[in-house]
């Protein structure tokens, strides 16, 4: 067992875009596990968006100098409670740092479908699935063939609703992405039938082209220009599910997307955000949706895996630089490729 560990600190907030130097690794002892809970070795960690707002001053947000959280799976290694056992694969947040300690309160046990890895659990089936699934279900509640617009397509959210959308029965399918490779890949192999490159010109006019007879759902990851685009291509009684706001987490100058507030009313449309953790009830569901596509093969994961826990920050940057294509995942270098 390796008797050190390393947890990954924020050492100072950034004003624009983030850096590697408002990053320490920092080493320690193995943590020793108290009465009631144990020690876990972390095997596979999940960097994401959410994680640059946190790096501001804001309510909830990272604490300089203190170990970071995120989504994480990993092995139990040694216990101190009879409700967690040696060996245990489990879930928790304490990511961000080779070994946690945990109780089992913290922590949740991963159902195993057979040939579904571990990874999946941080992407297609974990907050990343779950979010895109709410979005379209019980947001948007997306009918059969109705069509969508999603932006940054690419990403891990992006690119599960593009699969899920497709599973339930969405009519025609447009994205964005930030490079004509990434356009190419979301239309070969994600399911989409036209998907832009964002850099191209203005959004509304990329939309148009990509959309000339509108959209009945626009799933949005990014906000800005092309949440004002997605407002006029809008069909009546049209639903935008707010998901993030990528475009302006490292210009919180931006100015807000301008767009005819008329068509709000004129078209019925309806605008709702959600977090997906007041949605955690629905993981059942999730499973029971995906989990059969996945096994059956007409859903496939999108990950982009990083080795070795010393890049953790290097593939949160790339992930924030738009690097990745699907959900981005660090793996502890010692474990076996899927």
Do not use: C
Request: proline share 5%; no cysteine; charged share 20%.
């Amino acid at each position: 067992m390796n008797e050190t560990a390393l947890t990954v600190h924020q050492t100072a907030r950034p004003h624009g875009f983030p850096t590697a130097e408002h990053f320490a690794f920092v080493e320690s002892t193995l943590p020793e596990p108290a009465a009631g809970s144990a020690l876990v070795e972390n095997l596979y960690w999940s960097v994401d968006p959410y994680h640059r707002e946190l790096m501001d001053d804001v309510p909830g947000g990272f604490v300089l100098g203190a170990p970071l959280e995120g989504r994480t799976i990993g092995r139990v290694i040694a216990s101190r409670t009879p409700q967690l056992a040696e060996g245990e694969i489990v879930f928790h947040r304490q990511g961000w740092r080779t070994h946690s300690v945990v109780t089992p309160q913290e922590i949740r046990r991963l159902p195993r479908f057979e040939g579904v890895p571990l990874t999946a659990y941080l992407s297609t089936l974990g907050g990343t699935g779950l979010t895109a699934y709410v979005g379209l279900t019980r947001i948007a509640r997306l009918k059969e063939g109705e069509d969508l617009f999603v932006s940054a397509a690419a990403g891990g959210v992006g690119t599960a609703a593009g699969r899920f959308a497709r599973l339930l029965g969405a009519g025609r399918l447009v994205g964005s992405a930030g490079s004509a490779a990434k356009a190419d890949h979301l239309m070969r192999e994600v399911g989409y039938d036209r998907v832009f490159d964002y850099h191209d010109g203005p959004a509304a006019d990329l939309l148009g082209k990509a959309a000339p007879g509108g959209i009945d759902v626009f799933v949005d990851n990014v906000g800005g220009e092309q949440l004002a685009a997605a407002v006029g291509a809008l069909r009546e009684f049209g639903r935008i599910v707010r998901v993030g706001t990528i475009s302006q987490y490292n210009t919180t100058d931006a100015p807000a997307p301008r767009f005819n507030h008329a068509d709000i009313v004129e078209k019925s449309l309806r605008m709702e955000g959600f977090l997906v953790s007041n949605y955690r009830d629905m993981q059942e569901e999730l499973y029971e949706f995906a989990v059969p596509h996945l096994q059956s093969g007409r859903l496939a994961l999108d990950e982009t895996v990083v080795d070795g826990f010393e890049h953790i920050v290097d593939a949160f940057l790339g992930m924030l630089r738009g690097e990745n294509t699907g959900k981005i995942i660090v793996r502890d270098g010692t474990q076996a490729r899927p």
